[in-house]
C-alpha cells in the first residue's frame, strides 16, 4: 500500500495554533487539498502552500468533507483560482450559492461573522463536482474515496486516501497530539444513531491513519475511532440521565460545560489544553445541538 506524503497546514485560526487544519497532498502537477478552512485564514493558506513551493493556482482539486464555515469557507476562491470542488450531494447547493448558509450563521455569529469567517465566496458551476457515496476519484496517480458520514451533519463525507481517512468532524476533535477527543455536536443534523453507524463504516475500511480536520494526522486510527464509538455511548447514557429532567438550554450548556470539562481532566489534559478545546469546539454550541437533537427525535419517541 502507497502511503501518501500529507502535510497538515495550520490555519492559526483566531491567532490559536493547532485548532484548524488543511491537509495538501503534494502530486506531480501540484497538489491536493482536503478542507479550505475559512475565508479569513486565506493568506495563511497562501503562505502556507508557499512553505511547499506552491501557489494556490497549484492546487488542482479540493476535497471538502463537509460545508461548514471553518471547513469550506475558502472553497470558492480556490475555485476561482483554477481548483475544482468535490463535495456531498447536500452540500453542493450550498457552495452553489451560500446565501442562507451565511444568513444562518450570522444568526449565530451577529457583528462577529465577518472576522471569524470572512468572505465565503459561491463556487462556480463548472467547477463544482458532486460525488456520490463510495465513489473514487484519481487525481495524478492519487485515489480518494468519498464515504457518506452524516450525525455531525448531514452533508459529510470522510475520504479514504490509501491508509490514512480524512474524518473532517466526523471522527471529532483532537488536538496537540493527545489522547483525548471531543465531540462536536451542533445543531441542526446532530444525530448519535448516525454518527455510530458513520464510524463503524469507517472502522470496517481499517484505515492505519486518522487525520481530524481539529488537527492533525494521528497513527493509530483504531484506538481513535474505537474511542470516538465510546465516547458516543457516554455522551448518550448522558443524555439520557440529564435529559428527562427538561433543563433549559442554560441549564444544559452548563452541564455540558461541566461534563466535557470533567472528561478532559480526567483525560490528563491541562488548563491551556481544555481552552483550546473550547475554542475548536465551543461547548455551548454543542449543547444546543444536543437540546435540538433530544426535541426532535428522541421525545417523541421517549
Ligand atoms: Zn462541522
Redesign the pocket.
Known amino acids: 500500500m502507497l502511503t501518501p506524503q500529507v502535510h497538515t497546514l495550520d490555519l492559526n485560526f483566531q491567532s490559536q495554533p493547532g485548532t484548524i487544519a488543511v491537509y495538501l497532498i503534494p502530486h506531480a502537477q501540484g497538489g491536493i487539498l482536503v478542507e479550505t478552512g475559512p475565508g479569513s485564514t486565506i493568506p495563511a493558506l497562501v503562505e502556507a502552500l508557499a512553505g511547499h513551493n506552491l501557489r494556490p493556482g497549484d492546487i488542482s482539486d479540493v476535497f471538502l468533507t463537509?460545508i461548514?464555515l471553518?471547513?469550506a469557507g475558502a472553497a470558492g476562491w480556490l475555485a476561482r483560482q483554477g481548483a475544482r470542488v468535490y463535495v456531498h450531494p447536500r452540500g453542493a447547493p450550498h457552495m452553489l450559492d451560500p446565501q442562507r448558509l451565511i444568513a444562518s450563521a450570522s444568526m449565530i455569529y451577529g457583528d462577529r461573522m465577518q472576522t471569524l469567517w470572512g468572505d465565503f465566496l459561491a463556487v462556480p458551476e463548472d467547477r463544482l463536482s458532486v460525488l456520490q457515496d463510495e465513489q473514487v476519484v484519481d487525481v495524478n496517480g492519487l485515489t480518494i474515496q468519498a464515504i457518506d458520514s452524516p450525525g455531525?451533519?448531514k452533508h459529510?463525507y470522510a475520504y479514504l486516501v490509501e491508509d490514512i481517512c480524512f474524518s473532517?468532524?466526523i471522527g471529532g476533535i483532537r488536538l496537540g497530539g493527545q489522547p483525548y477527543i471531543s465531540l462536536?455536536t451542533?445543531p441542526p443534523d446532530l444525530n448519535l444513531e448516525q454518527w455510530r453507524t458513520s464510524i463503524q463504516r469507517l472502522q470496517a475500511r481499517q484505515p492505519a491513519r486518522i487525520a481530524p480536520t481539529h488537527f492533525g494526522v494521528y497513527p493509530d486510527a483504531p484506538w481513535h475511532l474505537q474511542t470516538v464509538a465510546q465516547m458516543l455511548a457516554d455522551l448518550n447514557a448522558w443524555i439520557e440521565q440529564v435529559m428527562p429532567t427538561g433543563p433549559t438550554i442554560e441549564d444544559l450548556q452548563q452541564m455540558y460545560l461541566a461534563f466535557e470539562r470533567q472528561r478532559a481532566i480526567h483525560s490528563g489534559l491541562d488548563a491551556s489544553a481544555v481552552e483550546a478545546q473550547q475554542v475548536a469546539n465551543p461547548p455551548s454550541t454543542s449543547a444546543d445541538g444536543i437540546y435540538r437533537y433530544w426535541h426532535k427525535y428522541r421525545l417523541p419517541n421517549g
Open positions: 463537509h461548514h471553518d471547513h455531525h451533519a459529510q473532517g468532524d462536536p451542533p
